[in-house]
């Protein structure tokens, strides 16, 4: 009964490869977000959507792009993946801004050669 | 600015009980939460304090004082399973970032 699914569960891609990360949702929540988690680290938020509206954090770099097409589905593309983008990548929900409870994906683990 | 402190690392026997503090400085608070997540996993919703007191949910308990800017989380009869990172998470005046403590590693030892 997965609610917040990712795919893949784990990519390797080359040093400047594009590559996209996909995230689906079952729970019909309005507020969608990316965050970025490296070894031993607190997951850091790159950006959130609430419905269609699209925020980025300030320090997120203009390497990272994300899309969501329909309520159900978002998208992070990350355009030239550097050594540093080697990370854990964890899609989250929850039912409106700021709410105190978001569900998590498993997370998509990104390898960069 | 807006932080949030908690051990990097605690270590408990299997069967004991162990505490896990957060204290806070932010702007504004409107709650303090605590998720679990097991290595290669994803963080998991444990418990959520806005007032003050204790809430507890079978083996687990969060804590709440405002006027210290602190909580904790409380394992009972810990299990193997419970070999994880918790995190502290605190909703500030921020209308839709939670703020995350660095998280603290929990070793059991049987």
């Known amino acids: 009964d997965a609610m917040v699914i990712q795919n893949p569960r784990y990519q390797v891609t080359q040093f400047g490869k594009p590559v996209t990360l996909s995230c689906s949702q079952t729970?019909?929540?309005?507020?969608m977000y990316w965050y970025q988690q490296k070894s031993s680290q607190a997951p850091k938020l790159l950006f959130h959507y609430y419905d269609k509206d699209f925020n980025n954090e300030a320090d997120t770099p203009d390497n990272f792009q994300s899309r969501r097409p329909n309520t159900s589905f978002c998208f992070l593309d990350i355009r030239s993946p550097g050594l540093g983008d080697a990370a854990m990548y964890l899609c989250?929900?929850?039912?409106?801004?700021?709410?105190?409870?978001?569900?998590f994906g498993a997370g998509t683990r990104l390898s960069v050669l | 600015g807006q932080s949030l402190e908690q051990p990097s690392e605690v270590t408990a026997v299997e069967g004991a009980i162990v505490q896990i503090n957060c204290t806070y400085q932010?702007?504004?608070?409107?709650?303090l939460s605590w998720y679990q997540q097991h290595d290669g996993g994803a963080p998991t919703f444990l418990s959520y304090n806005a007032l003050d007191g204790l809430e507890e949910t079978g083996r687990f308990s969060s804590f709440l004082s405002r006027s210290d800017s602190y909580g904790y989380l409380l394992l009972q009869e810990l299990q193997m399973k419970d070999s994880a990172s918790y995190f502290c998470a605190v909703k500030g005046d921020s209308n839709y970032q939670l703020i995350w403590g660095a998280g603290t590693k929990l070793i059991i030892k049987p």
């Open positions: 932010t702007s504004g608070f409107y709650g």
């Open positions: 989250a929900t929850s039912r409106e801004r700021g709410a105190i409870i978001q569900y």
């Open positions: 729970l019909n929540h309005n507020v």
